[in-house]
């Protein structure tokens, strides 16, 4: 089964986030042979998105910070005398300071394990049958047995983080021994099988417990990095232009949400929001209708601003007639910028940017992908895969081969010792090893995730999916950045909220953080508090991490590259993806400078059949539904079925 | 009118036991012996009547990400049904897909229809996966199972409509998708090919 890899490519990329993707499926659709690994066994590097089990094990390897020094092939056969080479990293450092916390009960949870796996949950299995409506139950135990047996034939790879999906590659099932901090509840689960587990904690349909968590753990699909897509920002331009937009699904942000005097608050941003709101005065409306209507086209009115042009925005929007509520909202959650750093026409630009994305897909200027963003990496992973692009994870390479002639890399040397040679190679950040990155001088991003259970703002409607920018009480110290997920994002549970914080680091991730999270959140679950902490969500489950922000190297600061190895950054701290997406076009061109930029890969109803006439009577059907996804005409089936219809529906 | 139901399909099964084929003879009626790996087809698509309802197959191929166990977590999303293949004349393709419907039972949707094709059926005197060890295996699972061939387009048709039947009726107040946006081409470039 084990298939040979071909040693011979055009292109070689080394990680699978995002802007490493987006060069893969260019290079692809431009018709270059591609090799795509990733030394992970999940997609996205930085950019993943994990289940709950697969996130503890995620936090669990990087609390352990044990190297992975795996036996590696010996290579240096492989390397000739006219040769050098650049050792890769072994292991990646790119994130610090892993802390996690349980608010919730945890003994409780001790022997539950995350439900979906075949052996786990007769519930799962019987109620499959009765979706097949198969004559009768099965049970499932003829099975386990075999699939126990194919388990245990793969014991090399039980270990590692397990993702979202990632076919064969490690067992769901955490193999935690209980001893390191705090996550460790979900337990190595001994194999009594089915036994529901304690059902006891299943009471009070509104509490849930840190045992439902792990055993709904599938359902959450929880997010490294917590971003937006701009409705015009430049990751949506090539969602479309691309057709890899076809591969994932959104939905809208519903709320902009603002923190001010120690309350949550909903802003108003579109004209209809303005008009609708009860928090605002008839003359409060006004003047933020006026001020952002003269946003839209600011340009155009250069005397109302030129004078404040060295002033800070946050001075030059005292200057309007603006009440302070009304300055907070527009500069702290539509331009989103900092208070005492961002220029006047920064924020000018920065709050039309803002107004120009609302309503091209709903009330607010932002979208966010169904089952997180890590999706958005693998669907340009696809994209190129359908191109002829070959996928390895769990791929490690040992280092690159440079010619010491042109200098220019040559090859890769895999972890098999197979040498693997290319004309170009893309190398993420993380990849790099100490030597070659010692000049390079890193930011760090500061990130927490929560599960609570209730949102921080609640109205009638339940599903909404929030951005709350947090200034800071320091002075100069960067905003947080919070984005609130509800379930039908599919990224938690059902009657959670998945909550994302995001800041610039300064210090470590708690320390940032915390202080937004305590004004937020009532973290003491268990004991009665004041009533007014008990109108705030309860936060269940918490953890901090640092994360390396590798965005804005420059080339040069790396020490040794050849030409033609580029390389691609880590997720920065915006909140948007344009960086990740102008790096990828910027990279792709410098390779091929003649060749258009992910050009719409064809509609499948367009592909083929020369020698198949389609079917005439066809063209109508398709017309009749509104909903289409692409612009497609024709369906592509080569007839016959669809002649039958009207007859059925008679009856 | 009859109203269109979107349906993702997504093929698994062992590299080589013929999940492209399978597609190519349902959607084209046609076979190549030598297909090359589906390059540049992200999905292909075939309506075939169901009730009162279209049922609009989007059937997505691994793309060959299969090959090295690579296969991405969104390949599963919002999957209605998945066929899952293996080579009647390759014991080793049966084994593995035990693997796969335990991959899917662990990051497919949660009532997904399986549908078991033991491919290659026409080879059958060089069988090595009695038809009664898939039987048998399918209804543990309560997966549906055809033996195909794509080759001779035998039970191909059967296979879908068979996935057909078991897609449960539109639940009427749920409008199919809910809410979530598809990104269109609706605002700018339209059509070309």
Known sequence: MADNLPSEFDVVVIGTGLPESIIAAACARSGQRVLHVDSKNYYGGNWASFSFSGLLSWIKENQQNTGISDECEDWSKLILENEEVISLSKKDKTIQHVEDFCFGDQDSAENVEEAGALLKLPAFGASDVDGVAQESEKECTPMENTLAEVESQEPEKAAGTEPAGTVEGSDPEITTENESSQSTAVGESAPETGSAPSESSAQGPKKITYAQIVREGRRFNIDLVSKLLYSRGLLIDLLIKSNVSRYAEFKNATRILAFREGKVEQVPCSRADVFNSRQLTMVEKRMLMKFLTFCLDYEQHPEEYQDYENSTFAQFLSTRKLTPSLQHFILHSIAMVSETECSTLEGLQATKKFLQCLGRYGNTPFLFPLYGQGEIPQCFCRLCAVFGGIYCLRHSVQCLVVDKESGRCKAIVDHFGQRISANYFIVEDSYLSENTCTNVCYRQISRAVLITDQSVLNTDAEQQVSILTVPSEDVGKPAVCVIELCSSTMTCMKETYLVHLTCPSTKTAREDLEPVVQKLFNLNAEKETENEELEKPRVLWAVYFNMRDSSGVEKKSYSGLPSNVYVCSGPDSALGNDCAVKQAETIFHEMFPTEEFCPPAPNPEDIIYDEDEIAPEEAGLSNSTETKPESSTEESSSGGSTAVKKEDNEE | ?193
């Not at chain 2, 992200?42 to 059937?59: A, D, Q, R, W």
């Not at chain 2, 497919?108 to 399986?114: H, K, L, T, W």
């Not at chain 2, 209804?139 to 061939?149: D, F, N, Q, R």
């Open chain 2, 1 to 193: 009118m009859m109203a269109i139901r979107e349906l993702k399909v997504c093929l698994l099964g062992d590299t080589g036991v013929g999940k492209s084929s399978i597609v190519c003879r349902f959607v084209q009626d046609h076979f190549d012996h030598n297909i090359s790996p589906t390059i540049g087809a992200s999905f292909m698509t075939k309506t075939v009547p169901c009730g009162n309802e279209l049922h609009k197959f989007l059937i997505w191929d691994t793309a060959g990400q299969e090959r090295f166990h690579s296969l991405a977590p969104m390949y599963y999303r919002g999957s209605a049904a998945a066929v899952i293949v293996y080579d009647i004349t390759k014991q080793d393709s049966f084994h593995t897909l035990k693997k796969w419907v335990k991959e899917l039972k662990e990051h497919g949707p949660e009532n997904i229809v399986m549908a078991i094709a033991g491919n290659k059926c026409d080879l059958s005197d060089i069988r090595e996966v009695p038809m009664k060890d898939a039987k048998e295996y399918a209804e543990s699972i309560g997966a549906i199972v055809v033996e195909t061939s794509a080759k001779n387009a035998v039970n191909i048709e059967e296979l879908f409509q068979g996935i057909s039947r078991q897609i449960p009726p539109l639940d009427p107040h749920e409008n199919g998708n809910n809410g979530a946006i598809k990104l269109g081409k609706q605002t700018s470039q339209t059509g070309g090919n």
